[in-house]
């Protein structure tokens, strides 16, 4: 039992770690197509790379039942859009706030998961989580915000984004729930969006194939590592990790976007925001020794499948 929280542990920190990496291309990939157009090409590369993967979880899908067949694609549907409506109000903020506001604020969703679960769908939530979430949620605003905050009307679609991506870590629980496919959810997920932003691209922007081609290398980060392979990896530690847990080893997310910044970049880390990276990191062990010492913890943060 361990060994497999280990493990789908390690997938959620591979995650994050491209995520952080991600902000950069995702900012930097935009100076010559528009933020739907972005969204567009990023899910298409994640899609096909699935595609493989899921045709060969198709015969466990089609084993269920009637019932959690309805059910499992009515949860797909959502887990599609919760995630295209978070993308892309994250993608169209990035034209206009700081990374560091986005980071911010796309980290929001380390509390709203344990909110939603807790008050909405009236599920436990174990005291040490929001203990958890807390020193997370205080070190994520040192990291990011250590020198300055300054609002701007971009930074509410952001925190906006962030309701949509606790919604979307729910929904994969519910997912994983029903069946044990993750690479099916991962190429439906990801072909949604890539359908939903087609006709949105065309309607709301000019996109070129010279436009594509100027930003082809951040498409391709995007695409196959931060879509294709780390929203993959998020689906496979939820098998075994549950949402509100999960979402607290997310939140390295942010520490790995300042050290990429650091080390790429020269942007050097403050004082300030080294007590932030070292707050979340806090956030995360206690996340993951608690439950060690405490089966209680144990039962409310691991699946045992």
């Not at 990191?281 to 409310?300: C, K, M, T, W």
């Amino acid at each position: 039992m361990l060994s497999k929280q280990l493990t789908a542990t390690l997938f959620l920190v591979l995650a994050s770690i491209i995520w952080g990496t991600a902000f950069v291309a995702q900012t930097t990939g935009m100076d010559f197509i528009g933020p739907l157009t972005f969204i567009n090409i990023r899910f298409v590369i994640g899609a096909l790379l699935m595609l493989p993967l899921a045709l060969k979880e198709s015969n466990v899908i089609l084993g269920l039942s009637d019932h959690k067949k309805k059910k499992l694609y009515v949860i797909i549907f959502l887990t599609g859009l919760s995630l295209f409506i978070g993308s892309s109000l994250q993608q169209y903020a990035l034209q206009f706030t700081k990374v560091s506001n986005a980071a911010f604020l796309t980290i929001l969703y380390v509390p709203f998961v344990p909110i939603i679960s807790r008050f909405f769908l009236g599920k436990k939530v174990h005291w040490s989580i929001w203990v958890s979430v807390s020193i997370c949620l205080v070190g994520s605003y040192y990291l990011t915000t250590g020198n300055s905050f300054e609002a701007q009307s971009a930074d509410i679609l952001v925190a906006l984004c962030a309701v949509f991506f606790a919604v979307h870590t729910i929904l994969i629980d519910e997912y994983l729930d029903i069946v044990n496919a993750p690479y099916s959810l991962a190429f439906y997920q990801f072909g949604i969006c890539f359908l939903m932003s087609l006709p949105l691209m065309f309607i709301f922007e000019d996109p070129s194939i010279s436009g594509v081609y100027q930003e082809i290398w951040q498409l391709l980060y995007v695409g196959i590592m931060s879509t294709g392979f780390a929203y993959t990896f998020q689906i496979i530690g939820q098998r075994h990790v549950k949402p509100s847990t999960a979402v607290i080893t997310l939140s390295l997310e942010g520490v790995f976007a300042a050290l990429a910044a650091w080390i790429i970049i020269a942007q050097i880390l403050s004082f300030v925001q080294i007590i932030g990276c070292t707050l979340i990191i806090i956030g995360v062990l206690i996340a993951q020794l608690i439950p060690l010492v405490n089966q209680e913890a144990a039962n409310q943060r691991y699946h045992d499948n």
